[in-house]
């Protein structure tokens, strides 16, 4: 799969949608890929145990329970013992992942490759660093505010 081919997904309704709202798609262009998303005023850092995080959001739908984005991470190893919480698609520009799911199964997701975890999913996320696309579904909206 090209890594571009992907972006249909994050081409829908660009933010929150008033009556007489002009609506957009939201691109992302091929600069944003390279890196130009996270220059982006609506970047969200975050740095936890000295990892730091990059996300933006390019896409909340009007009724709040549907979003896409990227995100960008450095080596982190997260211990998953709680449902995951969201329904979640990714697709990997850079880097990878190790998901050990609680039974054991091992899968690592490479950079050009995509996973979606189902929202109960448990097990130990694993990374040396990575990049990726995200799109998430949350029924109630609570994991997109």
Do not use: C
């Not at 571009?4 to 081409?11: G, K, N, Q």
């Not at 990059?54 to 709680?82: P, Q």
């Not at 950079?111 to 996320?125: N, R």
């Amino acid at each position: 799969m090209n890594k571009f081919a992907f972006l249909f997904i994050a081409a829908l309704l660009s933010g929150s949608v008033t009556a007489g709202d002009a609506v957009h798609p939201a691109k992302v262009s091929t600069d944003d890929v390279a890196g130009a998303i996270f220059e982006r005023p609506d970047m969200i850092r975050h740095t936890t145990d000295g990892n730091t995080t990059l996300d933006v959001t390019t896409l909340l739908s009007s009724d709040g329970k549907f979003a896409s984005g990227m995100y960008k991470s450095g080596a982190v190893r997260s211990d998953i013992n709680e449902p995951y919480g969201v329904d979640e698609f990714m697709y990997f520009v850079e880097g990878s992942v190790t998901l050990t799911s609680s039974d054991g199964t091992v899968q690592v997701i490479n950079a050009g490759e995509a996973v979606t975890i189902p929202k109960e999913w448990t097990g130990i996320w694993e990374t040396q660093g990575y990049t990726k696309f995200w799109v998430i579904y949350s029924e109630d909206g609570s994991a997109l505010e």
